[in-house]
């Protein structure tokens, strides 16, 4: 009677385990911005959202793609799987401009596109 020695096996899946373990967060860092600070509660969501940043000299990312303001909403209409109820967040550096954050969130929802968020951190008040 023959069997089949599985240690190899399992060996192998507890290293690539460990290894994607320590990689997974490394992957979500996506375009560096300082966000504002406000005392908001995080949101709880079940998949990724769709993400839109806008970084300090105003240029605007879908993801971590650079792209012109004008071919954000063809982009998302494109990615959007849950059609217009999508989740979107805008990431806005806290030193950009005003109203570049608006014209980008105004595009978006001129679009259609219902569910649309501001990402900010939580604020230390004792900082």
């Known amino acids: 009677m023959a069997e089949i ?4 096996f399992v060996d192998v899946m507890l290293v690539l385990l460990i290894v994607f373990m320590v990689a997974a967060p490394l992957l979500t860092v996506g375009v ?3 966000l504002p600070k406000t005392e908001a509660k995080a949101l709880q969501g079940d998949k990724e959202p769709l993400t839109i940043t806008v970084n300090t000299e105003g240029k605007v990312f879908l993801q971590e793609t650079e792209i012109a303001v004008e071919e954000i909403v063809p982009k998302l209409r494109a990615i959007a799987q849950g059609g217009y109820s999508e989740r979107i967040y805008v990431r806005g550096d806290a030193k950009v401009n005003y109203g570049t954050v608006m ?3 105004g595009t978006i929802s001129a679009a259609g596109f219902k569910s649309i968020g ?10």
Not at 5 to 8: A, H, I, M, S
Not at 118 to 127: A, C, H, M, P, R
């Open 5 to 8: 020695n599985v240690t190899p």
């Open 118 to 127: 501001l990402v900010t951190e939580v604020e230390n008040k004792g900082s």
């Open 103 to 105: 014209r980008v969130m």
């Open 32 to 34: 560096p911005i300082e």
